[in-house]
């Protein structure tokens, strides 16, 4: 309680010396443990403000809503330390400045809400470096140890099930802030590079192709995983992406607004061993 | 005295059904998501969840369904048609809002184009609906002039007795008759009091919301843009709706050959109404979620004189962002009209 009040009076306080045009966080949702997105432009919606630990949605992919950031004016966002580095990915692919963007940092510990210290991107450099220190652990999950364990043949038995769910709703593309294309491969018609129908190949055309999209940019916030309405655990596709990218490249995604892109950059020093 | 169908009879019914030659349906739920699909035995029905994650409009309408396979030659194209899959089937335990959305999509696909994959599949169809005893924070039946216990779209309606071992059977239409006489031994009149419906608590008066959506001076309104500002443009409250219908053709396969293909289509994508020019209409999220709106609740009844929503609840109970048709109408019933 005592980060929300905090963090209520310096939106307040921003919005009253124009500092942001507006303010996006939580309010309370339709049922006691959902939290739904706030655009705070005033100080009534800035007392809706709620901070706590079911404040989980990454927020970050509201910053590239188009015009949003275009008169070049300041907007604030609460951020979880995965949504900070959404943002500096987000720079480093040149889709907004960070100096646009305040952020108010909050991480979650048990029940607890804590503050971050900083309200810009580059304030949270070290908080950045230390979680790149401990990379994703691995197998930390159940299933996701299971999904370790397979072979070639039961992975892909695994992945046709779980895609046979598919509806082609398109909310992990939607939820996903990496996702920002104006025009999504499966958008376009002439030629129809992807299948729209949810058969077998429909399903893993969309999911693969989204999955290798975001390898190295995924930053595992699990916004695809929770939106997924048929409940297929997408959050394992991405994180085994990034662990591959972590141990090829030593690339830790979002941990500044200059890091270069994994797969638009190379280095005479790359692994080559996927090279027949 | 009522005919009651006791729950220990069920795997005789299920036997019986088929052996007069119907699938049997009914919700089930697995460890990933709860649809309605074939059942096997009695156990592998769900009774306990308040509805299926996915709606009813599965078994009628599919994500994809082939039309036809083309094959182009040097004179001539040659096309062979994909029927709709024949087979009588019986779907036990269908919530009455996923029924009513059956007969409130029925009016569209039998409209002036008649929809032989729809109509086929309807006609083969006898749904046996149960009364809902329990409901959630997202139904919303009674808003729309329905009930827990509406009997719109059944072909049989079953009444939850109150010691939870059975039903009250009311035959609604001969379809329902047909299909229950082949299982009437199993039948035994009683009279078993039946357990209250659940209570669904109207959330907001209907008559009030179309009033303000026919107001022509409110399509412009700004409440649209407010109402829609986090919706992040996912198609999942139009495909787990069970009266969404829209589609889009497609053809799968190259030059010479394919299959032309029926896919769900959602209002709420950029490139649902994307002209070749690039000129769109509802360019905006705010226009796409007024038309989702507008149409259910004020085209829709225009043209049919019935709203395309049944109440089930599904699109604000998934909403990654937690929208829905509930909170959108509720802030309209507050507004001026």
């Not at chain 2, 009455?96 to 039998?110: E, Q, R, Y």
């Not at chain 2, 053809?251 to 709420?268: L, M, V």
């Amino acid at each position: 309680m005592i980060t929300q009040e905090k963090y209520r009076t310096r939106v307040k306080e921003l919005l009253a010396n124009n500092s942001v045009k507006m303010v996006i966080g939580y309010k309370q949702g339709s049922t006691a443990d959902r939290r739904r997105p706030l655009f705070v432009r005033s100080f009534e919606e800035a007392d809706e403000l709620v901070l706590d630990s079911n404040c989980i949605g990454n927020l970050a992919g509201y910053l590239v809503t188009e015009g949003l950031l275009s008169d070049e004016k300041r907007v604030g966002i609460f951020l979880r330390p995965e949504g900070i580095r959404s943002i500096n990915i987000l720079a480093a692919e040149s889709q907004l400045n960070t100096e646009q963007i305040i952020i108010f940092g909050f991480d979650t510990s048990g029940r607890e809400v804590k503050a971050l210290q900083g309200e810009q991107a580059g304030d949270f450099s070290g908080l950045i470096d230390s979680l790149k220190e401990k990379p994703p652990e691995k197998s930390s999950d159940a299933l996701l140890y299971r999904i370790d364990q397979m072979n070639t043949e039961e992975r892909f038995a695994f992945w046709k099930d779980e895609f046979s769910r598919c509806i082609k709703c398109y909310a992990c593309r939607q939820a996903c802030p990496m996702c920002y294309c104006r025009r999504c491969i499966v958008d376009s018609n002439q030629p129809q590079w992807i299948n729209t129908s949810s058969h077998t190949l429909g399903n893993f055309e969309w999911n693969i192709v989204r999955a290798f999209h975001l390898a190295g940019r995924c930053v595992g916030c699990g916004n695809c995983d929770r939106a997924c309405p048929v409940n297929i655990p997408l959050r394992f596709i991405n994180a085994r992406m990034a662990q591959e990218v972590f141990e090829s490249f030593d690339h830790y995604a979002g941990t500044s607004q200059t890091q270069e892109p994994v797969l638009a950059s190379f280095n005479k020093d790359d692994s080559e061993t996927f090279i027949l | 005295m009522t005919r009651i169908l006791f729950s220990d009879k069920l795997d005789n019914c299920i036997a019986r059904w088929r052996a007069a030659g119907l699938t049997v349906f009914g919700p089930v739920k697995t460890d990933t998501l709860s649809s309605y699909a074939a059942i096997e035995q009695a156990s592998d029905f769900d009774f306990e969840s308040v509805l299926p994650d996915r709606s009813i409009k599965d078994l009628f309408f599919p994500q994809t369904e082939p039309m036809l396979r083309y094959t182009i030659k040097k004179r001539a194209i040659e096309t062979e048609d994909f029927t709709p899959p024949n087979g009588k089937r019986i779907i036990f335990g269908a919530r009455p809002c996923d029924a009513s959305g059956l007969a409130i999509d029925d009016s569209l696909f039998g409209w002036d184009y008649k929809d032989e994959y729809w109509i086929q599949r309807r006609n083969e169809s006898v749904i046996v609906s149960i009364a809902c005893t329990k409901a959630d924070d997202f139904c919303l039946c009674s808003s729309l002039n329905l009930a827990p216990d509406s009997s719109t779209g059944s072909d049989v309606l079953l009444r939850p007795l109150e010691n939870n071992n059975g039903w009250v059977v009311e035959e609604l239409t001969d379809r329902g008759r047909e299909a229950f006489l082949a299982i009437a031994e199993l039948l035994q009149d009683g009279s078993d009091p039946i357990a209250p419906i659940a209570d669904v608590p109207e959330k907001f008066d209907l008559d009030t919301c179309v009033a303000w959506l026919q107001n022509p001076e409110n399509f412009e309104s700004k409440f649209w843009k407010e109402i829609s500002m986090r919706c992040i443009g996912c198609g999942s409250c139009t495909y787990l709706c069970p009266t969404c219908h829209c589609f889009d053709i497609q053809d799968e396969g190259d030059t010479y050959s394919g299959i032309r293909r029926k896919n769900w289509d959602s209002c709420s994508f950029a490139l649902f109404t994307m002209h070749t020019s690039g000129h769109n209409p509802r360019a905006t999220q705010s226009a796409r979620w007024r038309q989702r709106i507008m149409h259910k609740f004020n085209y829709f009844p225009g043209t049919f004189s019935v709203n395309s929503c049944s109440g089930c609840g599904r699109c604000s109970r998934q909403c990654p962002v937690d929208m829905g048709i509930t909170e959108t109408l509720q802030k309209i019933s507050t507004l001026q009209p």
